[in-house]
């Protein structure tokens, strides 16, 4: 009888890493989130560059699928388009509403 087999923990991680890699790769070559897409992400308000050990963004964040609404820093920053209101985090995509001059 062969053991049952258990998911590496760290799969969702990598899991998020293959996707990350699949939006870099579209961006690069200018393919934008569909509308779909930016009307399924959360939205970051009053939003501002921000440091953790790595480029963020902090923000008054709402429609996040595991977070409440509220103040919050997200994941690695890797892609920012602030012109179409959008960015793509480590683990997400974030639509842009007004920035912060703080």
């Not at 760290?10 to 690069?28: K, M, N, P």
């Not at 308000?45 to 609404?69: A, D, M």
């Amino acid at each position: 009888m062969k053991p049952s087999a258990t998911r590496n923990p760290r799969a969702d991680q990598i899991d998020g890493i293959g996707l990350l890699h699949q939006d870099l790769l579209r961006f690069s070559i200018n393919q934008e989130p569909s509308d779909e897409e930016l009307d399924a992400a959360p939205v970051l308000l009053s939003w501002q560059f921000g440091r953790r050990s790595v480029l963020c963004i902090e923000g008054v964040c709402g429609n996040h699928p595991t977070i409440q609404p509220g103040p919050m820093r997200t994941s690695q920053l890797w892609w920012c388009d602030p012109q179409f209101g959008w960015v793509r985090t480590q683990n997400r995509l974030y639509r842009l509403g007004t920035y912060s001059r703080r």
